[in-house]
């Protein structure tokens, strides 16, 4: 397993199954398939859970559970370079934005079953989590404003503090003591993922059920409300069962 932040030289090579999904990515989109509807075939067929190109860590499954389907979009897409129309490619990679609304049926049918429940560990443990933190900070400047404290403080750690009881910088530490992981001053795009990863699982063990399901309903209102500003559904375009907590 690549090892976060590691100075590795990548390799072209790919698994016949990671090829297969390229060659036919580019065969059903020449081929008259819509590009999105191929490219979740393409997902579908993928076999690896990471690799390294031209120095960047594609970390596509988090601890061999949680699917970063984007970070793959982000792959397959630039290995059929021009045949995505460019405003599409960009509104999914940088804002979400699918250029098909699907149901979770036809999501499952065109990427799997396995890897639908992989992404939704990705949905939960790490785009929740985040909204989670963003969510419990935008409280804790609530609570400021109402106070009229004039003092900003650090909101990011106050969360940080709030959720897990510790500060970033021990929870950093124990991540990467449990995981082997140099302690470096600065963590990569994937390790942060990773830790973000992590950080859910912490909460997870150390929480009530009533709590976990209080915290799971505040993030994914704030969620749903960044999706209602993008005008998307969810990530992918097929939000999780369960996930109204209305």
């Given at each position: 397993?690549?090892?976060?932040?590691s100075?590795?030289?990548?390799?072209?090579?790919?698994?016949?199954?990671?090829?297969?999904?390229i060659?036919?990515?580019?065969?059903?989109?020449?081929?008259?398939?819509?590009?999105y509807?191929?490219?979740?075939?393409?997902?579908?067929?993928?076999?690896?859970?990471?690799?390294?190109?031209?120095?960047?860590?594609?970390?596509?499954?988090?601890?061999?559970?949680?699917?970063?389907?984007?970070?793959?979009?982000?792959?397959?897409?630039?290995?059929?370079?021009?045949?995505?129309?460019?405003?599409?490619?960009?509104?999914?990679?940088?804002?979400?934005?699918?250029?098909?609304?699907?149901?979770?049926?036809?999501?499952?049918?065109?990427?799997?079953?396995?890897?639908?429940?992989?992404?939704?560990?990705?949905?939960?443990?790490?785009?929740?989590?985040e909204?989670?933190?963003?969510?419990?900070?935008?409280?804790?400047?609530?609570?400021?404003?109402?106070?009229?404290?004039?003092?900003?403080?650090?909101?990011?750690?106050?969360?940080?503090?709030?959720?897990?009881?510790?500060?970033?910088?021990?929870?950093?530490?124990?991540?990467?003591?449990?995981?082997?992981?140099?302690?470096?001053?600065?963590?990569d795009?994937?390790?942060?993922?990773?830790?973000?990863?992590?950080?859910?699982?912490?909460?997870?063990?150390?929480?009530?059920?009533?709590?976990?399901?209080?915290?799971?309903?505040?993030?994914?209102?704030?969620?749903?409300?960044?999706?209602?500003?993008?005008?998307v559904?969810?990530?992918?375009?097929?939000?999780?069962?369960?996930?109204?907590?209305?």
């Amino acid at each position: 397993m690549v090892k976060e932040d590691s100075r590795l030289v990548a390799t072209e090579a790919l698994s016949s199954r990671d090829a297969e999904a390229i060659d036919y990515l580019r065969q059903a989109i020449a081929s008259g398939r819509h590009w999105y509807l191929a490219l979740l075939g393409a997902i579908g067929l993928w076999t690896s859970a990471e690799e390294v190109r031209e120095e960047r860590i594609y970390r596509y499954l988090i601890d061999g559970e949680a699917f970063d389907w984007l970070l793959l979009a982000e792959r397959l897409i630039a290995a059929v370079d021009g045949l995505v129309p460019e405003n599409e490619r960009d509104a999914l990679l940088f804002h979400g934005l699918p250029p098909l609304e699907l149901s979770v049926v036809e999501v499952k049918g065109l990427i799997g079953e396995r890897k639908y429940g992989q992404y939704l560990n990705y949905f939960y443990g790490v785009a929740v989590e985040e909204a989670l933190l963003l969510a419990v900070q935008e409280e804790i400047e609530k609570e400021r404003r109402v106070l009229g404290l004039r003092t900003r403080g650090d909101s990011a750690a106050e969360a940080c503090q709030r959720l897990y009881e510790s500060t970033r910088e021990k929870l950093l530490k124990a991540f990467r003591q449990e995981k082997g992981y140099p302690q470096l001053k600065s963590i990569d795009l994937a390790g942060l993922k990773e830790f973000t990863y992590w950080l859910f699982k912490y909460r997870l063990k150390r929480c009530e059920k009533a709590k976990i399901a209080s915290d799971t309903k505040k993030a994914l209102k704030y969620l749903r409300r960044q999706w209602q500003k993008k005008g998307v559904s969810g990530l992918l375009a097929a939000e999780p069962p369960g996930g109204d907590t209305e």
